[in-house]
């Protein structure tokens, strides 16, 4: 059974970085990716990354801010999020599939959750 845990998330201020962690157990070559969802509102996509790290897809509005990494020893999935924005709060989630990374923007294709980290961007 596949487990996620994230930790990381915090308060912020305009501009400033956080680097959110997943721990991924219970399962190899998995699509690892990050989607969040701010009150009110429908969880969106942020970021997935492939089984090799060979790539990665990124949402338009976060390109060129956040970053993606993967340690396949730990084995740990990162989000460095920097310039953050106050429209970047929101609950982030971790998530894995073992479907395609071809799809890997879709909610649906998500098998396993984490139970969520907090971030806040005060202005």
């Known amino acids: 059974q596949v487990q996620l845990v994230e930790s990381g998330g915090g308060l912020v201020q305009v501009g400033g970085s956080l680097r959110l962690a997943c721990v991924a157990s219970?399962?190899?070559?998995?699509?690892l990716g990050w989607f969040r969802q701010a009150p009110g509102k429908e969880r969106e996509f942020v970021v997935a990354?492939?089984?090799?790290?060979?790539?990665?897809v990124y949402a338009d509005s976060v390109k060129g801010r956040f970053t993606i990494s993967r340690n396949f020893a730990e084995p740990t999935v990162s989000l460095q999020m920097d310039s953050l924005k106050p429209e970047d709060t929101a609950v982030y989630y971790c998530?894995?599939?073992?479907?395609?990374?071809?799809?890997?923007?879709?909610?649906?294709?998500?098998?396993?959750w984490g139970q969520g980290t907090q971030v806040t961007v005060s202005s």
């Open positions: 998530a894995a599939t073992r479907g395609p990374f071809t799809t890997a923007q879709s909610i649906g294709n998500y098998e396993y």
């Open positions: 219970g399962g190899k070559l998995l699509t």
């Open positions: 990354i492939s089984r090799t790290a060979s790539s990665s």
